[in-house]
């Protein structure tokens, strides 16, 4: 059982940053790919960004390439979601995600993640 709690969500003006972190219990946590997603109001869940769990491989949704970064350090058990030039919107709830999978594994399919944090919500005023 992996539990997962997002931190680091607000309000912030279009243009500017947040980092989400999600960490994670339990000693298995290097064991699992990572992904974020989100979901607005209103709108289905979608894929935002996921990492392996080496960190090699790691996949962007087009429209968050060069603005976010996904990073882990696994010796926190945390992932981190570097959300840079926010606009309105990226506004939603954002969520993490534990995959079980094997070394450079990866999957932007939200029915492929064994666990899922609460959300942290994400506002970007214009």
């Known amino acids: 059982q992996v539990q997962l709690i997002e931190s680091g969500g607000g309000l912030v003006q279009a243009g500017g940053s947040l980092r989400l972190s999600c960490a994670a219990s339990?000693?298995?946590?290097?064991?699992?790919?990572m992904g974020w997603f989100r979901q607005a109001p209103g709108k289905e869940r979608e894929f935002v960004a996921t990492?392996?769990?080496?960190?090699?491989?790691?996949v962007y949704v087009d429209y968050v390439k060069g603005r976010f970064t996904i990073s882990r350090d696994n010796a926190k058990n945390t992932v981190y979601l570097q959300m840079n030039s926010l606009k309105p919107e990226d506004t939603a709830v954002y969520y993490c995600?534990?995959?079980?999978?094997?070394?450079?594994?990866?999957?932007?399919?939200?029915?492929?993640?064994?666990?899922w944090g609460q959300g942290t919500q994400v506002t970007v005023s214009s």
């Open positions: 339990g000693r298995t946590f290097s064991s699992y790919a």
């Open positions: 990492i392996s769990r080496g960190g090699i491989r790691i």
């Open positions: 995600a534990a995959k079980w999978g094997r070394a450079g594994e990866t999957s932007i399919r939200s029915n492929e993640y064994d666990y």
